[in-house]
């Protein structure tokens, strides 16, 4: 992320945070060359690219960790039946053979939560992030997720007074002060109307960077 990272016309995007370029493995890369690969980009999966740079899957540790599970085993039927596809990958000698598909992806375009969203609900930890036609074009984990809370405090207030407390309150009227210390957010100030008191304050909440929100406003009687 840049210094100053805010987005006056648009909230962030995985576009903000994700790593470029981000590191990939063809579909016939051996297992040596992904094991290498993993441990040189210091990440727990990689795309499988084919052709132009489309992403057709995902290998990550846990595909690779199958070869050594049962390095030196024997398994009964039952756990034939059960671990048939760890089985399969512990057989695998390419990334094509290794990868998960169809790759979970998402877009330059979507919002960080969206890609929190997606990373939740399919348990994964990185995302390929592509373009319209599938080509690779960046990595996004967890960790570039986080980085919006590196924003730094003044970044935060500057935006709350602009976006949120100058069209609700307009000074000299209803001045509202903001502080941010450590993301915590501190609105004080007397206002003439209390249905907007809990607006600013949800509002603020979802200012990205923000850790919480404390609204000291009050109503003028």
């Given at each position: ?8 016309s648009r ?7 994700m790593?470029?370029p ?15 690969r993993?441990?040189?980009g210091?990440?727990s999966?990689?795309?499988v ?7 057709i ?22 756990t034939?039946l ?14 094509g ?15 960080l939560?969206e890609a ?9 930890k ?12 960046g ?15 003044n ?8 976006d ?46 923000v ?5 000291r ?5």
């Amino acid at each position: 992320m840049e210094n100053s990272p805010y987005r006056e016309s648009r909230p962030y995007q995985v576009a903000d945070v994700m790593t470029r370029p981000a590191v990939a493995v063809g579909r016939e890369d051996l297992f040596k060359d992904v094991v290498e690969r993993l441990m040189q980009g210091k990440v727990s999966a990689l795309p499988v690219l084919e052709g132009d740079g489309r992403v057709i899957g995902v290998v990550s540790e846990a595909d690779l960790l199958p070869k050594e599970e049962f390095r030196d085993s024997d398994p009964d039927r039952l756990t034939q039946l059960r671990r048939a596809h760890d089985l399969a990958k512990a057989g695998a000698a390419t990334a094509g053979e290794l990868m998960s598909t169809p790759a979970v992806t998402v877009h330059a375009d979507a919002t960080l939560s969206e890609a929190a969203r997606i990373m939740a609900r399919r348990h994964v930890k990185r995302l390929p992030v592509v373009g319209p036609t599938g080509r690779l074009e960046g990595m996004v984990s967890r960790g570039d997720l986080l980085k919006v809370f590196l924003r730094p405090d003044n970044d935060l207030a500057d935006e709350i007074r602009r976006d949120i407390v100058d069209p609700l309150f307009p000074a000299p009227i209803e001045p509202v002060h903001v502080v941010v210390a450590k993301g915590v957010a501190t609105l004080t100030g007397r206002v003439t109307d209390p249905e907007r008191i809990e607006l600013a304050a949800r509002l603020a909440r979802g200012v990205e960077g923000v850790v919480d929100v404390d609204c000291r406003l009050t109503a003028e009687v």
